[in-house]
Nanobody
Framework: QVQLAESGGGLVQPGGSLRLSCAAS????????MAWYRQAPGKERDVVAS???????NYVDSVKGRFTISRDNAKNTVYLQMNSLKPEDTAVYYC?????????WGQGTQVTVSS
């Protein structure tokens, strides 16, 4: 059974940076797709960024140029570097792994951007 453990969330001022990490315990294939989602209060959970096994990356328009997703297959870990954070980035961030045919979710980590 694969479990995902996120870390790195917290409170940061506008313009600041945070780095989220998500480590998978158990074995996942390097062919898996890894992603970060977020859910703000009263809103749906939406994808923020994703990365394939071939390191192809996609981002939602609102974070392009500010966020960077990366992965370390040897460590079964995916990262989200978040720069120039804005109050509208405030949300619970979830790690997601699609390891065909299964999918896994982390428990979420709170990111709050506020002065």
């Amino acid at each position: 059974q694969v479990q995902l453990a996120e870390s790195g969330g917290g409170l940061v001022q506008p313009g600041g940076s945070l780095r989220l990490s998500c480590a998978a315990s158990g074995s996942i294939l390097s062919t898996s797709v890894m992603a970060w989602y977020r859910q703000a209060p009263g809103k749906e959970r939406d994808v923020v960024a994703s990365i394939t096994s071939g390191f192809s990356r996609n981002y939602v328009d609102s974070v392009k140029g500010r966020f960077t997703i990366s992965r370390d297959n040897a460590k079964n870990t995916v990262y989200l570097q978040m720069n120039s954070l804005k109050p509208e980035d405030t949300a619970v961030y979830y790690c997601y792994v699609f390891d065909y045919p299964k999918e896994y979710w982390g428990q979420g980590t709170q990111v709050t951007v506020s002065s």
